[in-house]
């Protein structure tokens, strides 16, 4: 695991704790930093409910909580499978995941909205770190060096990648200050990855830290290496601390590509990504082969630029980049839920994506629901129900730097084809910061309630005053949005310079410009498990409110002969991982008369500095 973070979570011990915990630490496998929440048989006494004063003792190695709880807490938080308390021997545990993604430290914002978050001081500031590799569009390589550890910044060997080579490039103004930063730190080395396609850019945002301990370590963001960035909302997924692989492990590699969602998958992915800029990256691609990805729980979508023929592609022995690959990766992504779910689409920018919306809805979507079902019912050939989040004027102008954040910010709605594009996106379009609706704020609610209706209140994620550049695309398992199915951050905005075009009569995909992001979904650690949304803060609630109906649920499956799992009395080990939110939910939508910040568009509107917007 990775060590830059310091331990956020105790193990608290019960009462039963020395009868108890030599049967919970041999049934369950510990996660780095997860809560375990421990139900014993039915007849323990209702003293030892979750609501009674806990003393910790001293902090010990395990990051895992173990808590007894009543019949009913039992019933309100474990969740994945109810307990039969008609057995005596009957055990229910929960194991509380830590979201996978993690949203940026943003300058600005109270401690209590940053709790969780992960600065670039913690990407980069590690004093093992050996060789940094930044992959990146946009560059502030003094702001960057600045985040290095003071006593070894001089010799860390710093790596730029960028899309900055031509001469008569409209980013020109970039290559000449990274010459000039190169001139000031004699350990940064410039690396221009070749840009055949006129309208790609080179946008991947990705920082991989080959360590003196013989660890690896690699982070993928939304941010660029600019201060004004990191006073955005952004999101980074971190892998663990990657070990050097042992020898055994290295003489019994696959003649096939691995499963998607596996380390050994990612591996191969991020190999094959690597590879596309050709002998200059030959370095760092010799030394991650070196490493163990086993650990890793997520699948790698990127993109590169060029061309790639669906037809002769088989994504069992090749890489597939673009929606292609995203499609790939979602064909493993099992979808077993009987409602109409729901795709929510937040990006910080709009290309154009043409007058009609038949790529977005022709290509895109259907790639976004293309999940693994399990049946043929009605259910399963409903078409999921879209929103795009995306911030108005109003969002600009009342965040942490107000105006100065939405030159980051871009959809065309003034040309004639941006206007028609506006119109079939308009009934998609929801807020990122609903600051005037006169919506409830979230609340516990009581035992009694039968199901999970707090989505009729708001849950805050803390994030209205930043403006948002994180692309987060999420499928939630339902409308009311209590579940997902899966969960993707990513560089890529929404366009067909990002994901690729339509695909064309010679069964080509053309994609324009480099690309990289993860998804992650529930099943990558392990069976019944569910991942939630989760808001201000990184570990799921064992909630009563939020699980009430679920219980229901499972108890009348129970009765009915349907739950699996149960027999003789013992319980499967139920994980519940959140899944870190960067917007409110439920979504609020555009009234008729609201339209998306728009760059071009100059607005006279004072924002919160009292500066208006020129436009451009």
């Known amino acids: 695991m990775s060590e830059e973070p310091k331990a956020k979570r105790r193990r608290i011990s019960s009462a039963n704790d020395d009868q108890n915990g030599s049967t919970l630490h041999s049934m369950l496998h510990t996660d780095d930093d997860a809560v375990t929440i421990h139900t014993p048989s039915a007849n323990i006494s209702a003293s030892s409910s979750l609501t009674r004063p806990i003393s910790p003792p001293v902090i010990r190695r395990s990051h895992k909580i173990s808590i007894d709880l009543t019949e009913e807490d039992a ?28 949203l940026t430290k943003v300058e600005g914002l109270s401690p209590a909205l940053n709790a969780d978050t992960v600065s670039l001081q913690d990407l980069v500031g590690n004093p093992l770190i050996r060789e940094c590799w930044v992959f ?11 985040k290095l550890d003071v006593d070894v910044r001089d010799q860390v060997q710093v790596k730029i990648v960028h899309g900055s080579w031509k001469k008569e490039d409209s980013n ?63 999101a980074v997924w971190r892998s663990p601390l990657l070990p050097l692989e042992e020898l055994a492990s290295k003489s019994s590699s696959p003649s096939a590509i691995p499963q998607s969602g596996t380390g050994a998958r990612f591996k191969v992915d991020l ?16 030394q991650l082969i070196e490493y163990d990805f086993r650990d890793i729980h997520a699948a790698l979508v990127s993109s ?72 043929d019912s009605a259910f399963s050939r409903a078409k999921p129900k879209v929103s795009l989040v995306f911030p108005t004027a109003e969002s600009i102008r009342r965040s942490v730097d107000g105006y100065g954040s939405g030159g980051s910010i871009h959809m065309k709605t003034q040309s004639p ?15 990122w910061s609903d600051d005037h609706s006169e919506r409830v704020p979230s609340v516990e609610l009581s035992k009694s309630s039968t199901g999970p209706s707090t989505t009729s209140c708001v849950r805050e994620a803390g994030r209205r005053r930043a403006a948002p ?26 366009s067909t310079q990002a994901w690729g075009a339509k695909e064309n009569a010679a069964h080509e995909v053309r994609v324009c410009s480099y690309e990289i992001g993860v998804v992650v979904w529930p099943g990558l650690w392990g069976n019944d498990v ?27 499956k129970s009765l009915l002969g349907g739950m699996e799992g149960n027999e003789g009395g013992s319980m499967k080990i139920n994980r519940k991982i959140g899944m870190r939110m960067p917007y409110d939910l439920p979504l609020v939508p555009y009234n008729e008369d609201e339209v998306p910040w728009c760059t071009t568009m100059p607005d006279n509107e004072p924002d919160w500095m009292g500066r208006v917007w020129p436009g451009y």
């Open 75 to 102: 019933l309100a938080t474990s969740g994945s499978v109810a307990p039969d308390l008609s057995k005596e021997n009957t055990q229910a545990y929960i194991q509380l995941i830590p979201s996978p993604i993690h």
């Open 136 to 146: 990146n569009y946009l560059f502030d390589v003094d702001f960057l060096m600045s």
């Open 172 to 234: 020109r103004l970039a290559i000449w200050l990274l010459k000039e930063a190169m001139a000031r730190h004699k350990n940064v080395q410039s690396i221009a990855a070749y840009m055949p396609e006129a309208f790609g850019t080179h946008h991947s945002k990705m920082i991989i830290n080959i360590r003196h301990d013989d660890y690896a370590q690699i982070n993928i963001l939304t941010a660029n290496i600019v201060a004004g960035d990191w006073r955005m909302c952004q």
């Open 271 to 286: 190999i094959a990504y690597l590879n596309r800029y050709g002998n200059k990256l030959r370095s760092l691609s010799v």
């Open 304 to 375: 590169t630029p060029g061309r790639q023929k669906l037809g002769g592609s088989n994504p069992q022995q090749e890489t597939l980049w673009g929606w292609p690959g995203l499609k790939n990766v979602l064909r493993s992504v099992p979808r077993t839920s009987e409602q109409r779910s729901h795709v929510v689409m937040q990006v910080s920018s709009v290309a154009s994506l043409g007058s009609g919306d038949s790529w977005l809805r022709g290509t895109f979507l259907e790639t976004l629901a293309s999940t693994s079902i399990s049946s």
């Open 417 to 431: 084809q941006g206007i028609k594009q506006l119109e079939y996106l308009r009934p998609l379009l929801c807020h």
């Open 469 to 494: 550049h994180i692309k987060t695309y999420i499928h939630f398992t339902d409308e009311s949005m209590t579940r997902i199915d899966w969960a993707m951050v990513t560089s890529a905005n929404l």
């Open 530 to 556: 569910e991942m939630v949304p989760v808001f201000q803060k990184d570990l799921p609630d064992a909630n009563k409110a939020t699980d009430a109906g679920r219980v229901d649920e499972y108890r009348r």
